[in-house]
């Protein structure tokens, strides 16, 4: 009753705040007319009755205490302070902008980072019980690991007590047919266990179950939301129907829900059991994804132990099939984000960094400003503006700033998050669940805000503390040392940012420079995929490859084509168990190369150089002894010193036909431009195709890349290439057309944007710096025009007011610099993993970040000390 | 003006106010010289606190004012009071009594 008494006041005052300021003003005038007329009555003068009510009533602040009463003043002084300061930083817009803007970059900056950042490696994955999935890989010796075998696990599935389900799954890019164009899918083949490892449920229908994935069964598939949208016009009775995959009829069995996100194959749209045929030796190859649900209480190490143990038995037992190897378990989570992780940290702490650097610019500006105000809240102080009415003022003029740099902060980190994404390297995991953090925006925000209060506030206190005449004096020095320091801080931070950018920018230089074993310019790719039950015979797959090459080789402007199982850089990664029969010098090896399977011109038309012996010609065919050609490093490895032609070589299964070496190329990156991963043998197309025995799969090549060498210079003939190819067969969908050099630049995407991050931070560090230096300097330089003036006068040079001023600045700088080039040298540490061929302390990388800051330093000191050097000496001494 | 004033004992003003305006309705200055009057000039009231508590005591509700225009054309409030009001008086009346009485018999009694 009470409350809502005093808030219907409270009300109809906020409704008419000028009729109530008057009444207030009204009724105190009645009481001092009455109290003088009282005076008067017992004989007073008007004059000495009036002065007498005055000094009783003491009506202003009586008046101010009536205006003040009650919970809805809040409301009407907070309006007040708003609308001044309002008109405050309208007044200023060079302050305002420059502070709204820092404020904006830097929680702008954090927060898009942190937006990205925070569901790869934070939130966990969008799975129940996410934690106790975890991913197995089998480790080589040189450090990279192999994907899992189909025999393993079996054996794990079998025998492992540490897990709960195990399931293995493998890529599958199936071309869907029916009324619609062909399409070509991304999907994934995988054991019936899968989808119970991720605790994923359909939304239509079933998943798969046991007796769907054995060898022989009938074909079954799962459709993705997005798919089951595009594709079927959603469907609600899908389940059940039919579709045409390769040019087989298979049975969807259902719908997983739209909320289902893969991490293991993120653009995977459709998934059919792996019906997976133990009876020709393929349980070997390592080229299964393995993941598993562990038991509940197991952690990824003991899972490890078991497995280990395990494996050691499984191979002591298989010892002719299985090499040495090391179990790895990752939490799945772990694993996915394993190649991102170091640097999306690092591109996190640069912007905590800026955000640093622009909470210090910040401050210094604000200090600055507040020396000019002193002498304002001086004499507001004296006119009666309490304490608390000044801070008031000045939190609610920070509070709005914080507000506008907030505002445009959320908008440069919705911008940025989008920017992030559309830049993002492939081989960025979980990039669908990035959107702008709110709990990130709200720390950036509360930060800035807080630094801002606590820095305006100073002046305030200290002007309502001090005498009144402190505020008329010229500023103090104190607040000047401490404006220095932060200059310093903020020069040291800008280095580290600049140094990490520079170390960067040279490992990508340095990366670019690597050889990749051939000539990139002018060569154009793309994926054939053959669909058909006609090409179940390899033969007559391989038949159409050659009539499509001849019809390629005719297209104006090429000068050779060829075709190749894998394309280098492309993300083709076909790699099999190499067998080297026992020589008299050497044992029996087995080694995992990447096998090519090539048409004769491949080397030419790439540009990869022989090195010894022959290449393939057209005699190499089938009916004509097996011959391979082997990369350099695979020579040297095996063969030493010695020649490498003439021995002989077995690829996959153990009870193939051996190949006679009969030349040696050079080495190609396969996977990437970083990696030294380039043991391979090349084999002839033709006389692959003629050793198949496969029903249609992991051996038989009918998915094949066309490489195309043009003339130089002459636009790419996508076009007439595909139509050159559909002559051949005008069925064949052929994708992934691209240039090998896009290939090549692609393929150093991760560290380029990570380049393009860091270079986008120490640009804006660089900015801030420069903008820092220049707002201690130029108030330095205000607060001294009557020293400066003196000088003058008294006779010194423009060199000399021009030196002062610059070795001021040059002196902070110098300081920051020494502090920023010690910082980096531990801090660039953290991202050696990152470096390639480039030292983390990179001497020219210093040097030049030192040149360049120094420069940066001496322009933004320029502009004050060209100010000072105009000052003239008569307007400053006449100004005091 | 031989007897020294003093202002209103710490927490009675309100009462007075309520006590004052029981009598009848009357303006500010009007409270303040009809305390001083029946007290015999014992209790002197500041101006500032006596405005500020009528208008606590008007948005609690025990009084209610009013504009009314004065002869010399100004506005006054003259303030009323209200049935909350008056049962106010009474239960601190009650109370101050009994202080009061309490006190007296505390300054009365000996060893």
């Given amino acids: 009753m009470a409350a809502w008494r005093q808030l219907a006041f409270g009300v109809r005052r906020l409704w008419r705040s000028a009729g109530a300021d008057r009444d207030a003003s009204d009724e105190v005038a009645h009481f001092l007319a009455e109290m003088a007329a009282a005076y008067e009555a017992r004989g007073l003068s008007p004059d000495a009755a009036r002065r007498a009510a005055h000094l009783d009533v003491a009506p202003a602040a009586t008046v101010e205490a009536l205006r003040a009463y009650g919970w809805e003043n809040v409301i009407v002084t907070a309006t007040r302070d708003l609308h001044f300061a309002m008109r405050r930083l309208r007044a200023e817009p060079a302050f305002t902008i420059v502070v709204a803007l820092t404020l904006a970059v830097g929680i702008g900056a954090t927060t898009a980072i942190f937006s990205a950042v925070n569901p790869i490696l934070f939130a966990s994955l969008p799975y129940p019980n996410a934690n106790r999935i975890a991913s197995i890989v089998e480790g080589r010796a040189d450090g990279g690991q192999n994907g899992g075998t189909f025999a393993f696990f079996r054996e794990l599935a079998e025998r492992s007590r540490t897990l709960e389900t195990i399931a293995v799954a493998r890529l599958w890019q199936p071309t869907l047919s029916g009324a619609a164009e062909p399409e070509r899918l991304d999907g994934q083949r995988v054991s019936a266990s899968y989808f119970a490892v991720l605790g994923v449920a359909p939304a239509i229908g079933r998943t798969f179950t046991a007796s769907d994935d054995r060898a022989g069964a009938p074909p079954l598939v799962l459709l993705s939301d997005a798919l089951w949208r595009r594709r079927f016009n959603a469907d609600p009775a899908i389940a059940g129907r039919t579709i045409t995959l390769d040019d087989q009829i298979s049975t969807v069995v259902g719908v997983l829900p739209a909320s289902f996100e893969n991490v293991l194959a993120p653009a995977a749209e459709i998934w059919m059991p792996l019906q997976y045929d133990m009876s020709e030796g393929r349980a070997w190859g390592h080229h299964l994804r393995t993941v598993a649900r562990l038991q509940r209480g197991a952690t990824a190490r003991s899972a490890e132990d078991e497995i280990n143990a395990l494996g050691l038995a499984f191979i002591a037992r298989h010892r002719d099939a299985y090499g040495p190897t090391k179990f790895v378990v990752r939490r799945l989570q772990d694993e996915v984000t394993r190649s991102v992780r170091p640097a999306l940290l690092l591109v996190l702490a640069a912007a905590g960094v800026v955000l640093m650097i622009a909470c210090v610019n910040v401050t210094n500006v604000l200090l600055a400003r507040g020396v000019h105000r002193r002498a304002e809240f001086a004499l507001r102080a004296a006119l009666g503006a309490g304490r608390g009415r000044l801070v008031r003022q000045l939190v609610t003029e920070s509070l709005l700033l914080a507000a506008i740099g907030g505002a445009a902060g959320l908008a440069v980190a919705a911008g940025g998050v989008r920017l992030l994404v559309a830049l993002s390297p492939p081989e960025l995991p979980r990039i669908h669940a990035i959107g702008v953090d709110i709990v990130a925006f709200v720390f950036g925000g509360a930060l800035a805000t807080a630094v801002a209060i606590a820095v305006a506030i100073v002046p305030a206190l200290q002007a309502a503390r001090s005498d009144l005449q402190y505020g008329w004096r010229r500023g103090g020095g104190g607040h000047h040392r401490t404006r220095a320091t932060l200059v310093v801080a903020e020069v040291a931070l800008a280095i580290v940012l600049l140094v990490t950018a520079g170390l960067l920018l040279r490992s990508l230089d340095r990366l670019f420079a690597i050889d990749a074993g051939f000539r990139a310019p002018g060569v154009l790719t793309m994926q054939v995929q053959l669909v058909g039950r006609k090409f179940s015979q390899p033969r007559v797959a391989y038949q159409f490859f050659e009539d499509a090459l001849d019809a390629v080789r005719q297209v104006p402007g090429v000068t050779s084509a060829a075709f190749t199982s894998q394309l280098p850089l492309s993300g083709d990664r076909d790699e099999y168990g190499a067998h080297f029969e026992a020589t008299p010098e050497r044992q029996a090896e087995s080694v995992s190369v990447f096998r090519y399977a090539v048409s004769p011109g491949y080397f030419e038309t790439l540009g990869i150089r022989l090195h010894d012996g022959r290449s393939f010609d057209d005699h190499d065919r089938a009916g004509t002894p097996l011959v391979a050609v082997i990369s350099e490093s695979l020579a040297r490895h095996r063969f030493g010193s010695d020649s490498a032609l003439g021995h002989r070589v077995r690829i996959g299964p153990f009870d193939t036909a051996p190949y006679t070496i009969v030349g040696v190329v050079k080495d190609v990156k396969q996977v990437s431009l970083a990696l030294n991963d380039a043991d391979a043998v090349y084999v002839p197309a033709s006389a692959a195709a003629a050793t198949i025995r496969s029903r249609d799969g992991e051996f038989g090549d009918t998915v094949m890349s066309l490489v195309v060498r043009t003339r130089d210079d002459a636009p790419a003939p996508a076009a007439a290439v595909r139509q050159a190819i559909w002559s051949a ?93 010690a910082a980096a040298s531990v801090s660039t540490r953290a991202i050696t993993a990152m470096l390639f061929e480039v030292s983390a302390l990179d001497p020219i990388t210093y040097a030049g970040v030192v040149v360049l800051l120094t420069a940066v330093a001496a322009m933004a000191s320029g502009v004050p000390a060209w100010r000072a050097v105009r000052v003239d000496p008569a307007t400053t001494l006449r100004a005091e | 003006m031989a007897e020294p004033t003093t202002d209103v004992i710490q927490g009675t003003l309100d009462m007075l106010i309520l006590k004052t305006l029981s009598l009848e309705p009357m303006h500010g200055f009007g409270i303040a010289r009809r305390i001083e009057q029946i007290s015999r000039g014992v209790f002197k009231v500041n101006p500032g606190s006596l405005l500020t508590a009528l208008q606590r005591l008007e948005r609690g509700g025990w009084l209610e004012g009013e504009w009314r225009e004065t002869p010399n054309a100004r506005r006054a409030r003259v303030y009323r009071l209200t049935r909350r009001g008056r049962k106010r008086l009474d239960t601190e009346t009650e109370h101050w009594s009994r202080r009061v009485s309490a006190i007296a018999r505390l300054l009365r009694a000996d060893g």
Avoid at chain 1, 748 to 773: D, M, N, P, Q, V
């Fill in chain 1, 729 to 821: 067969d005008k069925d064949q969908p052929v994708v992934r057309v691209a240039r090998l050099s896009d290939l090549v630049a692609a393929s150093a995407s991760a560290r380029r944007f990570a380049l393009l991050l860091f270079e986008a931070f120490a640009l804006a560090a660089l900015a801030l710096a420069a903008a820092g230096i220049y707002g201690v300097l130029a108030g330095s330089v205000a607060e001294r025009t009557h020293e400066i003036g003196v000088r003058a006068a008294l006779g010194a040079s423009r060199a000399d007011i021009l030196t002062l001023v610059v070795r001021q600045a040059m002196t902070l700088a110098g300081v920051g610099v020494a502090v920023g080039l």
